[in-house]
């Protein structure tokens, strides 16, 4: 990772996280005098708990990145879009980790939110954490009514069934499943490449991409998404519990179709090397400003973790 | 139940029910080729089974009596915001089925979505309704984006934890504890209220009432929101399984606390007939395009199920 890349990310992930109390609000405390008031601080500290337990940010990272290749970084509004889509991503992981579900207790090595608190607490969190994305959206700081629309218009589509929910059921129906690659690239499309893809086309949206703009960006948005988890499947499988903040190999355990289970590890690794190739193909029109993108697509797919 | 009231709830009923399907959508179908396909049909069919099973469909009908109040029940987007409100109800219904939440397995005399199908893809039915209800209204067939951000402002309000969410959270820190008239009332407010009472507020900001207007509509929705959860708990105590289609004295049952057990079931009783002359008041700026709000009001806190 270049200085200044590390620079840029460390920013990045600053700037969300500063951004995010604001936005999460604590609803706990407007009702602090009634005795409904502990049950809804426990919710608001769940929330804080899930969203800002010190993620990658790569999703926020990429909202700005993409701002910054626009020339539009100091665009108002990018805040509360980063923390929206962070908002999304959290509790797709909280629900995620859910015993019906994946059933993780450690995530980036802390308790799952379930565990900190209970299953119905989790529950509440992610449900909430969804409201609230797109009450963000619908009230950001512009007057610009359609742009917002086509933002949460996006972000509905790609949180949906057609997106992260969808791609979730498909995953959950692989466990102890053989799916052939065009099934896996499909399944991770929606589940984790529709979010990071959309981060992408939203800050794009917002900063006023041409259309031409728009595309090759989401040429990238896709290729990175997929790199993303092909990374993913390669680290569940060489880094250990204590790197990973979760549990090593847990895909492998649960008998999850994997990249390198098809491709082997080689293969996987080769695919990434690809991906990446693609990136940086789809942002071969765009200028300097255009290095933070092209150095996230190299982080995504270097990462140990 | 008038002839005429009967047969305008019957007719929002179908209404809703006719336009809820295409609202839906299909994802499975769209993946029908893919290896995919499968799980993304089940989270269809799941989501179809937890949305058009037959609810009593208030809130759609709010949405409509309330278009109809304003002499707009023709205005175009009504059903689409009748299903997206819907499918938010439908989507609280199934997560708080679950059996981390309020653990039932019938609802509307049918098997609950977790026991139908399983308590994973419960959980992401409930995901993808309640990103799809966003959906719908970010794409309304209007050009009016104003009003369009207004709904989703409103409804992720309504939905989140200052609203539906937060009530939920509220309800189950209360089991087994003692929540005074206020607590209760505050409670239902956000748990129940604010849900119903954005049904009319959605549909009033749509067919462009004035600021007096939506106010009295508002009082009448905050009335009638919490009348409705006051009956409720009197259909809880009162009513047998069969009628219920949902276990009866469950509420008594997990100790929760209710409107009869906090001022016995006279004076239940005694304040649901108070909160409709509340309604009836706030509507007494309405012409005779009113009847079917006032009916429901009636029907509200006259239904036994």
């Given at each position: 990772?270049?200085?200044?890349?590390?620079?840029?990310?460390?920013?990045?992930?600053?700037?969300?996280?500063?951004?995010?109390p604001?936005?999460?609000?604590?609803?706990?405390?407007?009702?602090?005098?009634?005795?409904?008031?502990?049950?809804?601080?426990?919710?608001?500290?769940?929330?804080?708990?899930?969203?800002?337990?010190?993620?990658?940010?790569?999703?926020a990272?990429?909202?700005?990145?993409?701002?910054?290749?626009?020339?539009?970084?100091?665009?108002?509004?990018?805040d509360?879009?980063?923390?929206?889509?962070?908002?999304?991503?959290?509790?797709?992981?909280v629900?995620?980790?859910?015993?019906?579900?994946?059933?993780?207790?450690?995530?980036?090595?802390?308790?799952?939110?379930?565990?900190a608190?209970d299953?119905?607490?989790?529950?509440l969190?992610?449900?909430?954490?969804?409201?609230?994305?797109?009450?963000?959206?619908?009230t950001?700081?512009s007057?610009?009514?359609?742009?917002?629309?086509?933002?949460?218009?996006?972000l509905?589509?790609?949180?949906?069934?057609?997106?992260?929910?969808?791609?979730?059921?498909?995953d959950?129906?692989?466990?102890?499943?053989?799916?052939?690659?065009?099934?896996?690239?499909?399944?991770?499309?929606?589940?984790?490449?529709a979010?990071?893809?959309?981060?992408?086309?939203?800050?794009?949206?917002w900063?006023?991409?041409?259309?031409?703009?728009?595309?090759?960006?989401?040429?990238?948005?896709?290729?990175?998404?997929?790199?993303?988890?092909?990374?993913?499947?390669?680290?569940?499988?060489?880094?250990?519990?204590?790197?990973?903040?979760?549990t090593?190999?847990?895909?492998?355990a649960?008998?999850?179709?994997?990249f390198?289970?098809l491709?082997?590890m080689?293969?996987?690794?080769?695919?990434?090397?690809?991906?990446?190739?693609?990136?940086?193909?789809a942002l071969?029109?765009?200028?300097?400003?255009?290095?933070?993108?092209?150095?996230?697509?190299?982080?995504?797919?270097?990462?140990?973790h």
């Open positions: 990772m270049t200085r200044d890349f590390a620079d840029f990310l460390a920013h990045c992930q600053q700037r969300v996280q500063n951004a995010l604001a936005l999460l609000g604590n609803t706990g405390s407007e009702y602090a005098e009634a005795e409904a008031g502990p049950a809804l601080q426990r919710l608001s500290d769940a929330s804080s708990y899930s969203v800002l337990n010190g993620g990658k940010r790569v999703r990272s990429l909202v700005y990145a993409t701002a910054q290749a626009l020339g539009q970084l100091d665009k108002a509004g990018l509360e879009i980063a923390g929206a889509i962070e908002m999304i991503h959290a509790y797709s992981l629900h995620d980790d859910l015993p019906a579900m994946d059933d993780d207790d450690l995530r980036r090595g802390k308790a799952t939110c379930h565990i608190y299953e119905a607490t989790a529950i969190v992610g449900d909430a954490l969804q409201a609230r994305a797109f009450e963000i959206l619908a950001l700081p007057d610009n009514s359609d742009a917002k629309l086509a933002l949460i218009q996006q509905s589509a790609a949180a949906g069934p057609r997106g992260m929910v969808g791609g979730q059921a498909i959950l129906a692989g466990v102890n499943q053989q799916l052939d690659l065009s099934a896996l690239q499909t399944m991770h499309q929606l589940k984790t490449g979010l990071i893809r959309v981060a992408i086309s939203m800050a794009a949206t900063c006023g991409a041409d259309c031409h703009q728009l595309s090759q960006l989401d040429n990238y948005g896709k290729a990175i998404g997929l790199s993303f988890q092909v990374q993913d499947d390669i680290i569940d499988i060489e880094s250990n519990t204590e790197t990973l903040g979760k090593q190999g847990a895909d492998q649960l008998n999850k179709p994997t390198p289970a491709l082997g080689a293969g996987a690794k080769q695919l990434a090397v690809e991906l990446h190739a693609k990136a940086l193909e071969s029109a765009f200028d300097h400003r255009a290095t933070p993108l092209r150095d996230l697509s190299h982080y995504i797919i270097d990462r140990q």
